[in-house]
């Protein structure tokens, strides 16, 4: 049988697979993506010039292997090339990541994040929700604190400029990666872009903080913070993945200023552990604000947290000094700031 002219042509390599074939030509073949690699990998899913089944293959193949710092850096400033904003004139001092959902406590670290905003400092929180099931994401807590997540990147602007404070999911600055989060129960597992958008900081905050889950990811968001020049950054394995301290065990912050890597231990600040408590109540988070509730473990944890931060900030320069300036912002709080009305 003869072959057509067009049967006989091969169809030309799609430029995505020299990707894919980096990452997964066996034990002996494979590497990781270089910087500039990981950054054209990025670049060109965000840009849709891949095919669905070469994104599948990448999200595997990286969740198998995990991300270095190389390319956790690479993937980052792609994502940030693609949403830059010649608009934004406001000045946000702390981004803060919230991606994980909470499973166990109810997301104290808002109030902590409140507490800075509640002393003028400019936090620009950013996440995702919905896309593990069983967890109590930010974004479902907001309006309980008589709070909305703000739709644009512009309104976040206006929200920071009256509050001091502003959350913005992800979906509203880069899509493309919320959807690929959205892919999860689909994989049924994590992905580097759980990973990556961490990092985002997508008002080019002086200072950032992230939580993780899995100690390992500790040093390698430490050491991507450091490749993308991120002036001052801590990363800490945070309750169930947040940015929150948990004062029941320590706390290992390893940070970055100016370039320089550091480690930092802080105490548990209780000497037994708390049980969980049986069920989730948001309504909780304004009643605490208010003072009309009190509750030891959620105390520490606001104030534990919030004096990271401070450190971070360098508003405080030692952990005594910080925790002491977190707990005046906490004894002198605005009771009134932040409900459901």
Not at 31 to 60: C, S, W
Not at 234 to 251: F, H, S
Not at 283 to 298: C, R, S, V, Y
Request: charged share 20%; with cysteine; glycine share 6%.
């Amino acid at each position: 049988m003869n072959l057509t002219h067009h049967e006989q042509t091969p169809h030309p390599e799609h430029p995505f697979a020299d990707i894919i074939r980096i990452l997964g030509k066996g034990k002996k073949g494979s590497r990781p993506l270089t910087q500039d690699e990981a950054y054209r990998a990025m670049r060109m899913i965000l840009a849709n010039e891949v095919q669905p089944i070469q994104l599948g293959a990448f999200l595997m193949l990286m969740r198998v292997k995990e991300e270095t710092p190389e390319e956790l850096a690479g993937f980052v400033q792609a994502a940030r090339d693609s949403f830059q904003h010649d608009t934004l004139q406001t000045q946000v001092e702390l981004d803060w990541s919230s991606y994980a959902g909470k499973r166990r406590h109810l997301p104290w670290f808002l109030l902590s994040a409140l507490l800075l905003a509640d002393n003028g400092i400019r936090v620009l929180m950013h996440g995702s929700e919905g896309h593990t099931a069983g967890r109590l994401y930010t974004a479902n807590v907001l309006s309980y604190l008589g709070l909305q997540p703000a739709k644009s990147m512009q309104q976040a602007q206006q929200q920071l400029e009256q509050r001091h404070f502003s959350y913005l999911a992800l979906e509203h600055f880069c899509p493309t990666l919320h959807d690929i989060i959205e892919l999860r129960p689909l994989l049924g597992l994590r992905s580097p872009v759980h990973t990556l958008v961490r990092l985002l900081n997508p008002f080019n905050a002086d200072y950032s903080i992230q939580g993780i889950f899995h100690p390992s990811y500790r040093p390698v968001h430490q050491q991507a913070s450091a490749l993308l020049q991120q002036t001052h950054s801590a990363v800490l394995k945070g309750e169930g993945g947040e940015t929150e301290r948990n004062p029941d065990v320590e706390c290992l912050v390893q940070s970055v200023h100016h370039g320089e890597l550091s480690d930092e231990l802080w105490p548990a600040l209780f000497a037994r552990r708390h049980v969980k408590a049986e069920q989730l109540d948001p309504e909780q988070l304004a009643l605490l604000w208010q003072g009309k509730i009190h509750d030891d473990f959620a105390e520490a944890t606001i104030i534990g947290t919030a004096a990271i931060a401070l450190k971070l900030l360098g508003t405080a320069d030692n952990q005594e000094h910080a925790h002491q300036l977190a707990s005046e912002y906490w004894l002198k709080r605005d009771v009134t700031a932040f409900s459901a009305g």
